[in-house]
């Protein structure tokens, strides 16, 4: 009896100190991109697109920034969604535990595992056989391909986890497949089905190896698919690497509207499946 006391004793300090630890580095990180980035953030960093001199340390801001990771998360996200949410079905209404599920499952786990700056060769590779040039089309069906396994991962689970008794009783209805899963299946899970949207739209718009080749970078708003556009990880990214202490500060200022930005997408999906939560039935 005692040693399982101090087992379960051991294995309790173990969860309160890795609990710890991951609330210590979020802590520091966002203590980190506060202390250096909010001294450089102002309306005019949210306003402005980069002026002449702007990477010398004078005036302009990161708009194109802004609204080019709105561009290329936004889009990357519904297509992924478009391509994942058809499979996800298949998956589970109608694979199910099916070998071929499990290989289509398998291949979805590794492609999540590929590192990012994998895709973004592989997309340059593509698009210079295809004779593209960077491109918000190109970063868009990059990153697509990124939030694809994670999104269609995430989409899988929600509806395996699912009661089948739902499912059971919709078929003894007279449903067919199709009507169960798109009337009734979708319905159940769409509160997981958003998390997961909003899942892969936090990890797109925070990705900058598979858009630094494809999507490439740009002073100018985004207004053509076929243009480069700007990112705030490469925007990051750029500033930091400038020798001015004025620019590098701004670069904190943009990981700090990054960060606002995924926190807000996070807190959007709890609230969101907190919302849709009431149309399903338990």
Known sequence: ????????????????????????????ILVTVLVKGLPALN???????????YYLGKEGGILNAIIGSLYLAGGATLLALALG??????????????RLAGAVRLALDVLWGIPSIVYGAFGFTLMLALG????????????????????????????????AEIEHASLAMGATRLETATRVV??????GIATAILLAFGRGIGDAASVLFTAGYTDRLPTSL?????????????QLGTPFPEVQQRAYAAALVL????????????WLAGRLSRFVIR
């Open 186 to 191: 979708i319905r159940q899970t769409l509160p």
């Open 43 to 53: 309306l005019a960093m949210l306003t402005q697109t980069p002026k002449g001199g």
């Open 1 to 28: 009896m005692k040693r399982r006391q101090l087992e379960e004793g051991f294995f309790k300090v173990l969860m309160i100190l890795s609990y710890a630890l991951v609330v210590g580095i979020l802590g520091l």
């Open 132 to 163: 593209m040039r960077a491109s918000l089309l190109g970063g868009i069906l990059v990153l697509a391909l990124l939030e694809l396994p994670i999104l269609t991962r995430a989409m899988d689970e929600v509806i395996r986890m699912m009661p």
């Open 259 to 270: 960060t606002v930005i995924v926190l807000i997408v996070s807190l959007g999906s709890r």
């Open 85 to 98: 949410l058809p499979i996800a079905i298949n998956l589970g209404a109608y694979l199910r535990k099916s």
């Open 226 to 238: 076929m243009r480069p556009v700007a990112s705030l990880p490469l925007a990051v990214f750029f």
